[in-house]
């Protein structure tokens, strides 16, 4: 019944499209009879719109997995490149900001490491709204960036290095078990801004799950329950990762297929210097608009992502042009 439930909803606005179709085109098979100059403009705007519609449910059909509905968990990880990473990892974290601000997502920033100098070292951004995981999931991967360094005195060519990370949130559910005695939590002092009860007080916490040796740290927040809870919902993403990850490894192997490592799999570069460029590797979209994409103008690449992986998907299904299903 559950999925009955679930099914239905997924049909109801395609059935609605259908019925403000028929009733549009009958609308204006009248106003070319009557000769209605006005109702037939009527008639193209409101054409307009349903065209909008259909995209938007067109598009939402790129969202087949299983934790595509779900709140994201982004983290951002400064590479190679020193300070000049830092300050990259940096911008990646306003270009997402910004890119969620667009789209209506709220933002909550649960875990950052200044740079010794200048940027960040990682941080850990929650984004909540439908389907951000679904949007972001693409993002995961190292991005590349080659422009001229604000922090070398001769004004060099510089290449960084970031790497992203996209965890689905989960809840507390059966398949990601967290048991008490697997937990050690340290508690100390958050460093960085926050005020004199920040750093008086001990609400930062270290949560490292000993099976795994998977280590969380969380002190964005004055309270230490609240620290704890922002701990504990990352390590729940990040143990859902290792599980599925896992699956993916035992599938490829029984396949003969060879699993590449996270950090070496370059998504994207972003260049600004000696030209303007801003390419998906795997997709192979690109645009000279640098400045604008890193302003948060990210859909083309989101939709792009999502068609390339879907279409790898059925192809390795079986399905499309040759194929069987």
């Known amino acids: 019944m559950v999925r009955l439930a679930r099914l239905r909803e997924q049909v109801r606005p395609w059935r609605e499209l259908e019925t403000r179709v028929r009733e549009l085109l009958e609308l204006g098979r009248l106003a070319e009879e009557e000769g ?57 974290l306003r270009m997402y900001l910004r890119w969620a601000q667009d789209h209506g997502f709220e933002t909550e920033i649960l875990d950052v490491t200044p740079g010794e100098e200048a940027g960040i070292k990682s941080v850990t951004v929650e984004v909540r709204g439908p389907y951000a995981y679904g949007y972001l999931r693409g993002e995961k991967g190292v991005h590349r960036l080659v422009r001229l360094s604000p922090f070398d005195a001769a004004h060099r060519r510089h290449t960084s290095f970031a790497l992203v990370e996209v965890l689905p949130v989960v809840e507390r559910d059966v398949r990601v078990e967290i048991r008490p005695e697997d937990l050690k939590v340290d508690r100390f002092r958050a460093s960085g801004p926050g005020g004199q009860n920040v750093q008086k007080v001990s609400t930062a916490v270290r949560v490292t799950h000993i099976p795994t040796g998977i280590v969380v740290t969380c002190q964005s927040e004055r309270s230490q329950a609240q620290n704890l ?28 297929e060879r699993v590449s490592a996270e950090w070496g799999n370059q998504i994207r570069s972003y260049i600004l210097h000696p030209y303007t460029l801003v390419k998906d590797h795997r997709t192979g979209y ?20 999502l068609r390339w992986s879907l279409a790898g998907a059925k192809a390795a299904a079986g399905v499309g042009d040759g194929g069987e299903s």
């Open 36 to 92: 209605e100059d006005s109702l037939l403009a009527e008639v193209k705007a409101e054409a307009e719109k349903l065209t909008n519609r259909l995209e938007q449910l067109e598009f939402q059909q790129y969202f087949s997995g299983e934790y595509d509905p779900n709140d994201a968990l982004l983290s951002i990880h400064a590479g190679a490149g020193g300070t000049d990473s830092q300050d990259w990892a940096e911008m990646l």
């Open 229 to 256: 809870e922002n701990a504990l919902k990352i390590l729940r993403a990040r143990l859902l990762e290792l599980e599925l990850r896992r699956k993916e490894e035992e599938i490829a192997r029984l396949r003969g």
């Open 286 to 305: 690109e645009t000279a608009q640098a400045d604008r994409v890193l302003d948060g103008e990210l859909d083309e690449f989101i939709r792009e992502y």
